[in-house]
C-alpha cells in the first residue's frame, strides 16, 4: 500500500470516526440505561416479593393469635361480640394478604403457608360451628386449642421460609454484584448467578456461598430446624451495648431450635434498634411486630402468649425496675406479669459492669428475682464485671449461655 493510500484509508477511518462516534455513543448509553432499568425494575419486584411476604407472615401469625385467643374464651364462657368482630377483622385481613401472596409469592415459599392455611382454614370453621351451636362430634375449644397448638411447626416453618426467601432475591436480583454483598447478609446465603465478581466480593468478606437458581425455591435442606416447636418464646431486650445483636445471638438460634420468636424492647432499645435498622429486621424474621409501646385497650394483642421469656441483655436499669415491681413500660409489663404466673420460666442476662453490681440495693435486687424463680444468667464465669468503660470493647455477650439457660428451663 502507498503512502498516498494508506493516508486516505486513514483520512476516512477518521472521517467515519467522527461522524459515527455520537451514534455509537448513544448507543452505549441506550444499552447502559436499559440495564439500569431492569436492575432498578428487578429491585422494585423484589422490593414487592419481600412486602407481600411480610404482610402475609404477620397476617397470618396474627390470625393464628386470634383464633388462639377467641378459644381460649369460647372454652372459659366469656367470648363476646367484641371477640367475634376482632376476629373477623383478623380472618379478613389474613384473607386478603394471603390472596395477594399467592399472586406475588413463589410457590415454593407458599408451600409452609399453604400447610398452615389448611389448619386455620379447619380450625376457624370448627370455631364458628361451635359459635353457633352446631360443633360436629369430638369438636370442643379445648381440641381447636390442641390441633392449633399441633400446627406451631408450620407456623415457625412458615416464618423461616419466608424469611430466607427474600434474602436469596435479595442477592439475585440486585445484580449479583458486591454492592449486593455489601448488604449485611448471613454467611450462608446464597446468589444466583454467581459471577467472578460475587466470587471474589464474597472471598473478601469470607462469606461461604452456596450457589442455587431462584426456581429451585427455597433449599429446604438448609432448613437448620428442629421438627419440633418448642412454643412461643417473649424475647425482651433493654439499652445496653450489645442489644444490637438480639437478632443473631439469640433470635435466630431460637427461631432454629424450633420456639416461635415475639420479640419486645425497652422503648430506649426500640429507638435505638429502629435507628440501625435492626428493628425491621427482627419483623420480618419473626413475622411478629416487634413491640416497644404498650397497645391501645381496644388494640388486639400482637403477640402470642410466651410460654418462656429471656430477658438479654437487662441493663442494671430494668433489672432493678422488675425487681421492684415497676412495670411502665410494655417490655416489664410482660416480665412482670410472667413472674407472678405458675409454669412461665423467665431468663434474665443482667449486662453490667462492676459500679452497678456495688450499687447498695444491686445483691438485693438480684436476691428479690431469684427467690420469684428467675434464672441469673450471671457469675464471673459466663459475664466477668469490669469496671466502667474498661471491659473489652468488643467483648460479644454470652450468647449460647443465655440460650442453653432458656432451654433448660423450658424443658
Ligand atoms: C451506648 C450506651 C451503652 C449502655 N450500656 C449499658 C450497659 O451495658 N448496661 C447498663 O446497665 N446500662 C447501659 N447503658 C445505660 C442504659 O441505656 C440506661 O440506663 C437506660 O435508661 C436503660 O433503659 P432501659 O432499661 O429502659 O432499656 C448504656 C447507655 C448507652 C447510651
Known amino acids: 500500500m502507498s503512502a498516498a493510500i494508506a493516508a486516505m484509508v486513514t483520512a476516512v477511518v ?51 393469635t386470634l383464633l388462639k385467643d377467641a378459644l381460649h374464651r369460647m372454652r372459659d364462657g366469656v367470648y363476646t361480640d367484641d371477640d367475634r368482630a376482632q376476629l373477623e377483622d383478623g380472618r379478613r385481613d389474613y384473607r386478603d394478604r394471603y390472596a395477594e401472596a399467592q399472586m406475588i409469592v413463589p410457590d415454593a415459599v407458599l408451600a409452609a403457608s399453604r400447610e398452615l392455611n389448611v389448619v386455620l382454614a379447619g380450625v376457624d370453621a370448627a370455631l364458628k360451628r361451635i359459635d353457633r351451636g352446631l360443633p360436629r362430634e369430638g369438636e370442643t375449644a379445648v381440641q381447636l386449642l390442641l390441633d392449633l397448638k399441633a400446627a406451631d411447626p408450620r407456623l415457625g416453618a412458615m416464618h423461616r421460609s419466608h424469611a430466607r426467601g427474600p434474602r436469596h432475591h435479595r442477592l439475585s436480583t440486585a445484580g449479583c454484584d458486591g454492592a449486593a454483598l455489601s448488604a449485611p447478609v448471613p454467611s450462608r446465603y446464597v446468589v444466583t448467578p454467581c459471577t467472578r465478581r460475587v466470587r471474589t466480593a464474597a472471598a473478601r468478606r469470607r462469606t461461604s456461598l452456596m450457589y442455587y437458581r431462584p426456581s429451585d425455591g427455597p433449599r429446604q435442606e438448609e432448613e437448620p430446624v428442629s421438627a419440633d416447636s418448642r412454643g412461643v418464646l417473649g424475647v425482651v431486650g433493654t439499652a445496653t451495648d450489645g442489644v444490637e445483636t438480639l437478632r443473631t445471638g439469640l433470635v435466630e438460634p431460637a427461631l432454629a431450635l424450633g420456639w416461635q420468636v415475639a420479640v419486645t424492647l425497652t422503648p430506649t432499645a426500640g429507638r435505638w434498634l429502629r435507628a440501625n435498622g435492626e428493628l425491621d429486621r427482627l419483623e420480618s424474621l419473626t413475622g411478629l411486630p416487634v413491640r416497644d409501646t404498650p397497645r391501645l385497650p381496644a388494640e388486639p394483642r400482637p403477640h402470642p402468649v410466651a410460654d418462656c421469656y429471656v430477658v438479654a441483655p437487662a441493663s442494671a436499669n430494668y433489672v432493678a425496675k422488675l425487681a421492684t415491681g415497676i412495670a411502665d413500660n410494655q417490655a416489664l409489663t410482660q416480665v412482670s406479669e410472667a413472674l407472678g404466673t405458675v409454669g412461665v420460666p423467665v431468663v434474665v442476662f443482667p449486662r453490667i459492669n462492676a459500679a452497678h453490681a456495688r450499687h447498695p440495693a444491686w445483691e438485693g435486687h438480684l436476691g428479690a428475682l431469684r427467690r420469684a424463680g428467675v434464672s441469673l444468667v450471671y457469675g464471673a464465669d459466663v459475664w466477668p464485671l469490669h469496671e466502667p468503660r474498661q471491659g473489652p470493647a468488643d467483648r460479644e455477650l454470652p450468647w449460647a449461655a443465655i440460650l442453653a439457660n432458656t432451654a433448660v428451663r423450658a424443658d
Open 14 to 64: 477518521g472521517v467515519l470516526g467522527t461522524l459515527f462516534a455520537p451514534v455509537i455513543t448513544s448507543w452505549v448509553t441506550k444499552r447502559q440505561r436499559t440495564a439500569e432499568g431492569q436492575v432498578e425494575e428487578r429491585r422494585r419486584l423484589f422490593e414487592d416479593r419481600r412486602t407481600a411476604y411480610t404482610s402475609m407472615n404477620r397476617a397470618t401469625g396474627h390470625f393464628h
